[in-house]
């Protein structure tokens, strides 16, 4: 089945059919704020022809808006706006060339390791949102890294909102849900990741995803696409009921 039949031909249950147009869900996400698609810079897109079927692929969704996220860690991806700002405005070229509606911006998503209090006092972050203060940060898998509530409160002291890039992959939060409203608690907005509401990752972070989305603790919703395999499971994720769920929340995401 092709992108656009998949992403209409549902029922209201979100399965697969020949729906009339009155059982259509419309998503009403229309600003994509976490990807992969500045080529060549981490484990997204390798080259800007898979950024452009990525980009053409969100207009088909109807997304209005992109803000892609390049990983930035000290270690593997030392991405900053020295390299990506270039490689955004040739993505920008092409979207003009080829007449696609659509925006295109990038910031990044910064991995909390032992070096990001430093670019934090540095200043020149990736950030985003009209108000140019959004910043999207990720955990290690594993543990809680331990100058987290430090890198937090040096965010928010240099007036930065963090947002957290899908809580319920750290399963070491979904297994202590306290977690979860602490850092709601601390002025953190919680991203969703679209894929996680259907198993993609695991069960236990489908589960994650449905009790952040249940209590209401999620702000934004995003679909951490890397390639085009992730984009082509999107329909799928659109229609899933816990999905659809996220959706009736207040989303921040056609404020960014
Ligand atoms: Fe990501």
Known sequence: ????????????????????PASVFVNPVKVEFHSHLIPGVDDGCEHIEQSMELVRGFAALGMQKIITTPHV???????????????RDEIRKRIAEENITIEFDAAAEYMV???FEQKIEEGNLLTFGKDNKHILIELPFMTEPRNLGSSLFSLQIGGY??????PERY?????EKDKYHELKDRGVLLQLNMLSCLGYYSKPVAEA????????????????????????????????????????????????
């Open 1 to 20: 089945m092709g992108l656009f039949s998949k992403i209409f031909n549902r029922n209201k249950n979100g399965d697969a059919q020949n729906s009339s």
């Open 73 to 87: 860690m000290s270690d593997f991806y030392k991405n900053s706006r020295d390299n990506v700002y270039p490689l």
């Open 113 to 115: 390791d032992d070096a």
């Open 161 to 166: 909102i963090p947002v957290l890039a899908h």
């Open 171 to 175: 399963l070491y939060y979904a297994n």
């Open 209 to 256: 995803a449905a009790y952040l989305v249940n209590n209401k603790l999620i702000d934004l919703v995003g679909s951490d696409t890397h390639h085009i395999r992730h984009l082509h499971i999107l329909p799928d994720a659109i229609h899933h009921k816990i999905y659809r769920k996220a959706c009736e929340l207040e989303l921040l995401n056609n404020y960014l």
